[in-house]
């Protein structure tokens, strides 16, 4: 009996949370400029597998993504200013604003790994160093198909899909990291070149880790407010 009233007592905050969430205004606008903030992410994250892939001129490169950078610093910035006024926003403004500080460090080591790339005066870049790069494309991508799917009722298998598989994304750079590293210190003879590439290695693997991270928040978000 005890059994039974702790399990209707749970259905039903369940359902009166989810009544909550329908009452709520549903906060449109922070949803675009979240798939907004997301979709730079992915596009300096693919201009970083594009750098690594062509290192013919750098430069021009690791301007566009600069720029990237400071567009998603004017997104974040629009994003905290549409969340100020709302009363009741979709999610709680300080797990949102955590979010977004998430993404955030997507793009700004994006800009890092491009930076050092470029500083370092790489003339070619390993497959491993390309691989990590296409590996933090993928998982931004996911990213942001989740964020899509956060913006809509009812989703909450879907979300949690996503993020696994940004988890699976990384657990796959971290196998990457390990080989490539084995064969730096194997292979490499030159200790500056040595030096240069662990760095960005650290850098490129690190971007999913930042991907890993927003996942997990976007993950918890719709577990325990979820619809």
């Given at each position: 009996m005890g059994a039974f009233f702790v399990a209707e007592r749970r259905q039903g905050a369940?359902?009166?949370?989810?009544?909550l969430r329908?009452?709520?205004?549903r906060g449109a606008r922070l949803f675009e400029l979240l798939d907004r903030h997301?979709?730079?992410?992915?596009?300096?994250?693919?201009?970083?597998?594009?750098?690594?892939?062509?290192?013919?001129?750098?430069?021009?490169?690791?301007?566009e993504i600069e720029a990237?950078?400071?567009?998603?610093?004017?997104?974040?910035?629009?994003?905290?200013?549409?969340?100020?006024?709302?009363?009741?926003?979709?999610?709680?403004?300080?797990?949102?604003?955590?979010?977004?500080?998430?993404?955030?460090?997507?793009?700004?080591?994006a800009e890092d790994a491009a930076q050092s790339v470029h500083l370092y005066n790489l003339t070619e870049a390993p497959?491993?160093?390309?691989?990590?790069?296409?590996l933090a494309v993928t998982g931004s991508e996911k990213l942001q198909q989740a964020l899509r799917a956060l913006a809509q009722h009812d989703r909450t298998?879907?979300?949690?899909?996503?993020?696994?598989?940004?988890?699976?994304?990384?657990?796959?750079?971290?196998?990457?990291?390990?080989?490539?590293?084995a064969r730096l210190f194997r292979e490499e003879k030159d200790a500056v070149q040595l030096v240069k590439l662990k760095a960005v290695y650290e850098l490129?693997?690190?971007?999913?880790?930042?991907?890993?991270?927003?996942?997990?928040?976007?993950?918890?978000?719709v577990m325990k407010y979820g619809g």
């Amino acid at each position: 009996m005890g059994a039974f009233f702790v399990a209707e007592r749970r259905q039903g905050a369940s359902r009166w949370r989810a009544l909550l969430r329908r009452l709520r205004p549903r906060g449109a606008r922070l949803f675009e400029l979240l798939d907004r903030h997301a979709q730079l992410c992915t596009e300096s994250l693919r201009a970083t597998a594009k750098l690594l892939g062509d290192l013919s001129d750098p430069d021009r490169r690791v301007r566009e993504i600069e720029a990237m950078e400071k567009r998603a610093d004017a997104v974040a910035e629009e994003f905290s200013a549409a969340l100020l006024p709302i009363w009741m926003p979709p999610y709680p403004a300080p797990l949102l604003l955590e979010l977004v500080a998430d993404m955030d460090d997507i793009i700004d080591l994006a800009e890092d790994a491009a930076q050092s790339v470029h500083l370092y005066n790489l003339t070619e870049a390993p497959a491993e160093a390309l691989r990590l790069a296409e590996l933090a494309v993928t998982g931004s991508e996911k990213l942001q198909q989740a964020l899509r799917a956060l913006a809509q009722h009812d989703r909450t298998p879907t979300v949690a899909a996503l993020c696994r598989e940004v988890d699976r994304l990384e657990a796959q750079a971290d196998h990457v990291m390990r080989s490539a590293m084995a064969r730096l210190f194997r292979e490499e003879k030159d200790a500056v070149q040595l030096v240069k590439l662990k760095a960005v290695y650290e850098l490129l693997e690190g971007l999913t880790d930042c991907c890993k991270d927003a996942a997990h928040r976007i993950e918890s978000l719709v577990m325990k407010y979820g619809g």
